[in-house]
């Protein structure tokens, strides 16, 4: 299970699926001769199917030792994100420090993991929306000061939006990477396979595969 997320998880208008995550999942089929379906749900519904195991596999997860209490982290990570924060045009050096976020407005994703001191940061006036594109919009019509989101992601988001040019990023920017993992349910059948599945990304990772599927996005 997992959402659209581009360039990881694009859904076309015909529903049909490409992206980083889905290759990765038809070359881990390959590997393991097994059929993976993949589900589209919002991030929050994919994480409460996760918990009570009726979903087995997850991609694109962020560590957080709650989320290891019911789902298994598969290693390698497959990818790196990058924390960053969009502003309207012409107001990147507002945001210069950690700091000038305090007492602004800023539109977050629901149920996403960004960084510390960030995500357990009280004092922040933090808007949770559903989504990026919904981030975004409440930022073209200044309902929110900032946005935040990770990169590549939200970058593919401000041009497919068609808001090239209406926002920049602020002048700080987290030094802070993101590893991002394919994980398992911990109380689904699939962990039987979940040693299999982390020898397979072994192989990917070592023949090069992971770092020739990401290029092609870029």
Not at 23 to 36: F, H, Q
Not at 73 to 97: C, E, H, M, T
Not at 146 to 163: F, H, K, M, Q
């Amino acid at each position: 299970v997992t959402e659209p997320w581009a360039p990881y998880r694009i859904v076309d208008d015909s529903g049909a699926l490409s992206g980083i995550d889905v290759e990765i999942v038809r070359a881990l089929e390959r590997k393991l001769g097994t059929a993976i379906e993949i589900k589209i749900y919002p991030w929050s519904r994919c994480l409460r199917l996760m918990q009570s195991g009726k979903a087995d596999l997850m991609s694109g997860i962020a560590w957080s030792d709650e989320r290891s209490s019911f789902i298994r982290y598969l290693r390698p990570s497959y990818d790196q994100v990058r924390p960053v924060f969009y502003v309207r045009a012409g107001k990147g050096p507002s945001i210069a420090s950690y700091g000038d976020l305090s007492g602004k407005r800023i539109g977050q994703s629901m149920d996403t993991v960004y960084f510390e001191p960030y995500d357990a940061d009280r004092g922040l006036i933090k808007v949770t929306l559903t989504d990026e594109a919904q981030i975004l919009r409440l930022l073209s019509i200044g309902r929110i000061a900032v946005a935040v989101g990770t990169s590549p992601n939200i970058d593919w988001d401000i041009r497919r939006l068609g808001y090239s040019g209406s926002f920049e990023r602020a002048e700080y920017e987290p030094p802070v990477v993101t590893d991002l993992f394919f994980g398992v349910s911990r109380k689904s059948a699939a962990m039987s396979l979940a040693d299999d599945l982390e020898r397979a990304l072994v192989d990917l990772a070592a023949e090069g595969t992971l770092e020739g599927i990401a290029k092609k996005y870029q």
